[in-house]
């Protein structure tokens, strides 16, 4: 979380003086206690700083890794989901190969014509099935990937955290994010991806403040 400069000097002064009271704060910024209310308030509800009833404010208990582990449970995978790539479950594996470079990515997730996820088509599959020979062109890709309900998926609601729980240990490098049609949990519409670039994007982001 990025604190505001204001911020910066309400830490800076429980730091150093805490625990202290808002009046005394206020004072100590030439502000009313009114102004100051909605900045402590953030800071409170963001963990940095602990309040209690005629003692005034301190500097949370907590240490800082916990703060930054409570921030990302919070982030839900519908806030950082990419673009789902699809292809269709009749196209050929050379269309596969061919999509997957010019996506410049390393999932497909193969739909049939309504949308619905059948399938995901990995690097290694396409790997496997150009090494074992045959006729790239006419081989659909439905041959070779990996197929329902073997297929790893997450939803906007899950947390972010959980769902790189799943790629650390089925080792995938994206998930297909999905939601149930019409309420059936056998048919599912792809709605999004969740790669390691962009959980290694939002660790970036967390580290520089910016999420």
Known sequence: MQLSPRQQQIVAIVKRSGPITS????????????ALRPDLAVLTMSGILEARPRVGYFLSSKPSQALVAEEIKKIKVGDVKGLPRVIRASASVYDAIVNMFIEDVGTLMVVDEEGHLEGVLSRKDLLKAAIGGGNLQKMPASVVMTRMPNIICTTPEESVLTAARKIIEHEVDALPVVRPVDGQAKKLEVIGRLTKTTITRLFVELGEGRS
């Open 23 to 34: 009046r005394q704060i206020a004072e100590e910024l030439n502000l009313t206690r009114a």
